[in-house]
């Protein structure tokens, strides 16, 4: 993530710096065209001038020329056919460089949630080995002594194919050989376990309620 992170900053600042260099590059060619200095005055048209600021000038030319308008600013002339395609350009460039800049943002959302699904995918497979640490077998004598009823196993689609469970009867075989004469034979299948558990956890029940009457 730290690495993502660098790497964005990175190309966010290129992605600026470009956007400055084309912003001051457009701003000169403005400057450079706004300032471009007027044509020379034709000698005959000066001359013409100098004659007319020699002349004396009369009330009345005083009057006419304080009540005209006052001079309106110059337009600037509109940019030569080369300057106007230089402008376009570098708006297009500036153009190019955003649409690059959203979709690289866009591929990045992309990639943080093909991330996330991904992430999920493998946390959805790691569940049923936790679920089976989490379903240990309880102690059915603690069960007992605690009175409490055994859960009954319903079996699963897995198991109905499969109906006999190694790891249950494994179990129960070990519990059973504190009483071998009450199961002298080995449960074969589910069914045939739950049987013998429930009647051992009787046998269980009848011990505890002789301790009490005992005690009492």
């Not at 706004?34 to 009330?59: D, G, M, Y």
């Not at 959203?102 to 497979?125: C, F, I």
């Amino acid at each position: 993530k730290e690495k993502e992170k660098k790497r964005k900053e990175k190309e966010e600042k290129q992605e600026e710096q470009l956007r400055q260099y084309f912003e001051k590059e457009k701003m000169e060619e403005e400057k450079k065209m706004f300032s471009r200095p007027s044509s020379p005055v034709i000698p005959t048209l000066q001359n013409k001038s100098v004659r007319k600021e020699e002349r004396i000038p009369s009330a009345e030319s005083h009057v006419s020329y304080y009540s005209q308008d006052p001079a309106q600013p110059r337009v600037p002339s509109p940019p030569v056919p080369a300057r106007r395609n230089q402008l376009r350009s570098l708006e297009e460039r500036k153009n190019v460089i955003n649409e690059l800049s959203e979709m690289r943002k866009q591929l990045r959302s992309e990639e943080r949630r093909l991330q996330e699904q991904l992430l999920n995918v493998t946390s959805d497979d790691d569940v049923p080995i936790t679920r089976r640490r989490e379903k240990n077998p309880k102690d059915i004598f603690e069960m007992a002594r605690l009175r409490l009823q055994a859960p009954v196993r319903r079996p699963s689609s897995k198991e109905t194919q499969d109906p006999v469970n190694i790891q249950n009867i494994w179990e129960f075989n070990e519990l059973k050989y504190k009483g071998k004469h009450m199961y002298p034979d080995p449960p074969k299948d589910d069914q045939t376990l739950e049987i013998q558990q429930r009647a051992l956890l009787r046998e269980q029940q009848k011990k505890l309620d002789r301790m009490r009457m005992r005690r009492e």
